[in-house]
């Protein structure tokens, strides 16, 4: 069921502010005033819940482009998540993979299993207690790493630089907030 028309309600969100011409006259027909521009649409007052909205959606989408950039494509994910995890944080247990990642030890064997037989990662034995193994990521999981980090930051400077430096300076303070958010 559509929510009763409140003000903010019938305000165009961030989202349709750049549409079309056309779009823009369907929706002063309908709706009234005419739509925002992305300039203005920064002025008005939008619902929590609309901006939460989009965020969301913007965040995953070019999450999910970002990702899209890798070294090699037959890594999963979640795969490429636990090499750079053992990248960035070093040599650590499957229980501690699995507690980073969120998910079950049988199913993080599987994946250092497959990060092992494409030569990612090596199985060490703990200098202080020869029982347990660390998983610690090789000179070509380390280089992937780095490759991949390199390509994903290429599309997205390629990208960014393509902006008018208003709009840049405006991302760089989402992106703060955007990092206060993930932190509370």
């Known amino acids: 069921m559509t929510p009763p028309m409140t003000p903010s309600a019938t305000a165009v969100s961030p989202r349709q502010a750049g549409s079309s011409v056309s779009s823009a006259v369907s929706a002063a027909t309908i709706a009234g005033p005419p739509p925002q521009t992305r ?19 913007a965040v995953a989408r ?6 899209a950039e890798k070294a090699d494509g037959a890594l999963s994910d979640g795969q490429y998540s636990v090499l750079a995890l ?19 030890p049988p199913s993080m064997n599987r994946t250092v299993n497959k990060l092992e ?11 202080d207690d020869r029982r347990k193994v660390l998983f610690v990521p090789t000179d070509a999981g380390r280089e992937l790493v780095k490759e991949t980090r390199r390509r994903r930051d290429a599309w997205l400077d390629r990208r960014l630089a393509r902006l008018p430096p208003a709009t840049r300076a405006l991302l760089a303070d989402a992106a703060q907030v955007m990092r206060e958010l993930a932190d509370s």
């Open 86 to 104: 053992l990248f960035r944080e070093g040599e650590k247990t499957l229980s501690e993979l699995a507690e980073h990642e969120r998910v079950t």
């Open 39 to 57: 300039s203005e649409s920064s002025s008005r007052r939008i619902t929590t819940h609309e901006l939460s909205s989009d965020v969301r959606v």
């Open 62 to 67: 070019l999450s999910r482009r970002i990702r």
């Open 117 to 127: 037989s494409a030569g990612y990662v090596v199985r060490q034995a703990s200098s």
